[in-house]
T-cell receptor, first 111, second 115 residues
Framework: SQKIEQNSEALNIQEGKTATLTCNYT??????LQWYRQDPGRGPVFLLL?????KEKRKERLKVTFDTTLKQSLFHITASQPADSATYLC??????????FGAGTRLFVKA | DTGVSQDPRHKITKRGQNVTFRCDPI?????LYWYRQTLGQGPEFLTY????????KSRLLSDRFSAERPKGSFSTLEIQRTEQGDSAMYLC?????????????FGPGTRLTVL
């Protein structure tokens, strides 16, 4: 069955450093991969999308890579700030209408 | 338009009762999704509508769950004969078929507690 794995352990980093989150998947060939941010008690908020034919995408302090051979995406937040503290979810789509979400990785940025 | 809204925000019910949730998507969005999320997990896909047509439904969804989007605008999700395992946050999201990024806009969710 389709499976997405994100680091279950929380990531703690110091303000100003780069946070790197990992998303691995199996038994799936997504046409695209999305990253969402979720704060406690709220619905996820879309950050960006990367397609299967794109290796890297940037948006402001965010960078995403997508390796379809390794079946992995890396999500980077540069110059991290305490306001970046949240849960980050990766989601796979393009195989029909269903979007499959990972369990998310909790990020804590210390001032 | 203020975004996706869901009603109620919280629902407490006794096991065996039926519950119905409502989702109002962003008005020009023709795609609508329902998800269920439990603590420490990501949203789990339940069903998808394009306009009024229900095009995909999770195989994990038992026949106690039904969803409708009668006029292609708001949607309802009904759970019959609720069980304690149904306790979760139920999220609705909408997106536009014209959006190449398929950005899904999520509502605040309905938190269901089954006693």
């Amino acid at each position: 069955s389709q499976k997405i794995e994100q680091n279950s352990e929380a990531l703690n980093i110091q303000e100003g450093k780069t946070a790197t989150l990992t998303c691995n998947y199996t038994n799936y060939s997504p046409a695209y991969l999305q990253w969402y941010r979720q704060d406690p008690g709220r619905g996820p908020v879309f950050l960006l999308l990367i397609r299967e034919n794109e290796k890297e995408k940037r948006k402001e302090r965010l960078k995403v890579t997508f390796d379809t051979t390794l079946k992995q995406s890396l999500f980077h937040i540069t110059a991290s700030q305490p306001a970046d503290s949240a849960t980050y979810l990766c989601a796979l789509g393009g195989g029909g209408f269903k979007t499959i979400f990972g369990a998310g990785t909790r990020l804590f940025v210390k001032a | 338009d203020t975004g996706v809204s869901q009603d109620p925000r919280h629902k407490i019910t006794k096991r065996g009762q039926n519950v119905t949730f409502r989702c109002d998507p962003i008005s020009e969005h023709n795609r609508l999704y329902w998800y269920r999320q439990t603590l420490g997990q990501g949203p789990e896909f339940l069903t998808y509508f394009q306009n009024e047509a229900q095009l995909e439904k999770s195989r994990l969804l038992s026949d106690r769950f039904s969803a409708e989007r009668p006029k292609g605008s708001f949607s309802t999700l009904e759970i019959q004969r609720t069980e304690q395992g149904d306790s979760a946050m139920y999220l609705c999201a909408s997106s536009s078929i014209r959006d190449r990024e398929n950005e899904q806009f999520f509502g605040p969710g309905t938190r269901l507690t089954v006693l």
